[in-house]
C-alpha cells in the first residue's frame, strides 16, 4: 500500500554563498526530512535578481547550490530539486496573484523595507512583488508544508491572505501551507550587529559565516563576533540584553545538538574566548566535511545538469495542473495544444 505523505517546499535564492543562517535552518534539515515528505526544493533564481548580481556568477551560484544541497544529503532519488526559472508556470501564476494581492500590504513587509534602504538605488518592483512569486512557488504544488527561517513568517501569513481571497472567490483551489520553523536557529543574527539577520547578501562580510569559506577566516570571524561588555563575562541566554552571546549560543546548539541551557551550564564560570574557541572547533569540524563533499560534487557539472533537467520535468508536471485550474476556475482558456 502506497502511503500519503505531505508535500513540503523549501527555496533558497542563489545570491550568493549561502551561510550558517541558510544551513541550519534549512539545508541541515534536508536528510530528516526528504524520506518523510514529498519535497521539492527550489533554486530561486528568479527571485535573486530582485538585487542586480553579474550573469556569471548567477549562473555559477546556481550549480554551487545544486552541488551544496547534494553534499548536504539531497538524495534525487527522493526529493525533486529544479531552478525556478526552468518552470515558467511560477512566473505565469505570479501575475495572475499580483491581481490578488495590493499594493499596500506589500509594501508593509519588513523584508521590503530592509532590502529598499540596503538596495537603495534599486528599489525595483520586483522587491515589492517577491511575496507573491514566493507564493506562486508555493501554491503550485500544492505545498501542505513549508520549510523556512524564521526571516520568512511575515511573507506566509501574506500567502494566507492571498490563498483565503483567492478560494473565497473561486471553491477552495489552494491548499492553505504550514510552516515548518526549527526551534532553534531559525534566526541567525549578524556577527557584528546581532539585531540584524545574517544574510548571504549582506555586503559587510565580516558580519556572515559562509559555508563555503576558508575555515581559518571562519574561525577569525567568531573570535571578532560581537558579545558583550559586562564584567564577569556571563554565558547567558538573553535574547534582549545579549544579544552577542545569545546568537553565538544558538550557533553552537544547532551545530553541537547540545540543548542551550546545557550550554549555559558547561560554560558558567568561563570566558568568552574559551567558549568562541570551543564553537570554532565544532563549526570547523561539521563544515570542513560538508565543504569536503561539496567540492566532490561540484567538480561534476553533467550530473548537476542532469539532476535539474530531470528536476525540471517533474515540478513542471505537477505546476500545469494546478496552473490549468487557475485559468479554468478564473475562467482564462486552458491551452490544450
Ligand atoms: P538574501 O540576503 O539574498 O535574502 P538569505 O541569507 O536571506 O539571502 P534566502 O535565500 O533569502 O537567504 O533564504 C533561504 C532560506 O534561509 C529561507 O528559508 C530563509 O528563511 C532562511 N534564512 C535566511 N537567513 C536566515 C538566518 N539568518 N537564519 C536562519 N534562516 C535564515
Ligand atoms: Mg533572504
Same mark, same amino acid.
Given at each position: ?92 501564476? #505570479?501575475? !495572475?496573484?499580483?491581481?490578488? *494581492?495590493?499594493?499596500?500590504? %506589500?509594501?508593509?513587509? $519588513?523584508?521590503?523595507?530592509? +532590502? &529598499? ?61 504550514? #510552516?515548518? !520553523?526549527?526551534?532553534?536557529? *531559525?534566526?541567525?543574527?549578524? %556577527?557584528?550587529?546581532? $539585531?540584524?539577520?545574517?544574510? +548571504? &547578501? ?136
Amino acid at each position: 500500500m502506497k502511503l500519503f505523505k505531505k508535500k513540503l517546499f523549501s527555496a533558497i535564492q542563489p545570491s550568493g554563498m549561502p551561510t550558517i543562517g541558510n544551513y541550519i535552518s534549512v539545508l541541515n534539515n534536508l536528510v530528516h526530512i526528504q524520506d518523510k515528505f514529498d519535497c521539492l526544493f527550489c533554486i530561486a533564481d528568479l527571485h535573486s535578481i530582485t538585487v542586480r548580481r553579474k550573469s556569471n556568477d548567477l549562473s555559477r551560484s546556481i550549480l554551487d547550490m545544486i552541488a551544496l544541497y547534494l553534499a548536504c544529503g539531497f538524495d534525487p532519488n527522493q526529493a525533486i530539486i529544479f531552478i525556478q526559472s526552468h518552470v515558467y508556470e511560477h512566473t505565469q501564476l #505570479s501575475w !495572475i496573484l499580483n491581481c490578488f *494581492s495590493y499594493v499596500g500590504e %506589500l509594501s508593509r513587509m $519588513t523584508q521590503f523595507k530592509d +532590502k &529598499s534602504i540596503r538596495f537603495s538605488n534599486n528599489i525595483n518592483v520586483g522587491l515589492l512583488n517577491y511575496p507573491v512569486l514566493m507564493a506562486s512557488d508555493v501554491l503550485l504544488y500544492k505545498t501542505d508544508i513549508i520549510l523556512v527561517g524564521e526571516d520568512q513568517k511575515q511573507h506566509l501569513e501574506l500567502i494566507h491572505d492571498i490563498v483565503i481571497r483567492f478560494n473565497n472567490i473561486y471553491k477552495k483551489l489552494f491548499v492553505l501551507p504550514s #510552516s515548518l !520553523i526549527s526551534k532553534t536557529g *531559525s534566526k541567525i543574527m549578524s %556577527l557584528l550587529n546581532p $539585531t540584524k539577520k545574517m544574510s +548571504k &547578501s549582506d555586503p559587510n562580510t565580516k558580519n556572515t559565516i559562509f559555508l563555503l569559506e576558508d575555515i581559518s577566516s571562519i574561525i577569525k570571524k567568531i573570535h571578532h563576533a560581537q558579545t558583550d561588555s559586562d564584567n564577569p563575562c556571563s554565558i547567558i541566554y538573553n535574547k534582549k540584553n545579549k544579544a552577542g552571546i545569545s546568537n553565538l549560543l544558538n550557533i553552537f546548539s544547532s551545530f553541537s545538538g547540545k540543548t542551550i541551557k546545557s550550554l549555559e551550564n558547561e560554560y558558567a564560570n568561563v570566558m568568552y574566548s574559551k567558549f568562541k574557541h570551543d564553537l570554532s572547533d565544532f563549526i570547523a569540524d561539521k563544515i570542513s566535511c560538508l565543504q569536503k563533499k561539496y567540492f566532490d560534487f561540484r567538480k561534476n557539472e553533467d550530473y548537476l545538469q542532469n539532476i535539474v533537467k530531470s528536476g525540471a520535468e517533474k515540478a513542471q508536471c505537477q505546476a500545469k495542473i494546478t496552473l490549468d485550474q487557475v485559468y479554468k476556475a478564473i475562467g482564462l482558456p486552458v491551452k490544450y495544444y
